[in-house]
């Protein structure tokens, strides 16, 4: 694959990739999102199989009490969410359109890979459970309850779910 110059740079974790299902199996998948420059999807009946096109960035948006209240997924040449300033979003699932505001922004993603090689120092297992449970105490406690918790929104950016549309757009052409 790297022959035909793919880049594979996000690795997923699935089942009964190539083997029978009675059999012991190593289950792992890899999603293109982008050849050669150009953003690629997977398209299939079972949406939440779906991938979403081009290299992305990922942020956590904070309220003014210092609660997360949203995941927002932009493209990686996107501008960076400015804390203060209205942001144009759609929320994964329904599509409907949001404004939302930032106190503060968090970027949450970080490339470990780069060109098939570990490009930065990974943390340790007890630096990961201190970093998750940081993250779970700045969620809204409605959040956080077990019984009927509401329900944390993730978002892609304007330019992200334009770009989405289109390409699904020129597959029905």
Known sequence: MNGR????DVVGVGTHLVTCPLQPSLGCVYKLVQVNGAPRMKLTEDSGKS?????????RLFSQDGHAFLDLLALR???VPAEGIAVQCRVLGGWEEETVTAARVERIHQQCFTQGQISQTLPSTADIRTRVQAALSTLH???RRLQQPERYKVAVSEKLYCLLRDLKNSLKN
Not at 5 to 8: G, L
């Open 5 to 8: 110059e793919n880049e594979i």
């Open 51 to 59: 991938t979403l096109p081009g290299r992305k960035a990922v942020y």
């Open 77 to 79: 040449e996107e501008p």
């Open 141 to 143: 406690p409605g959040q």
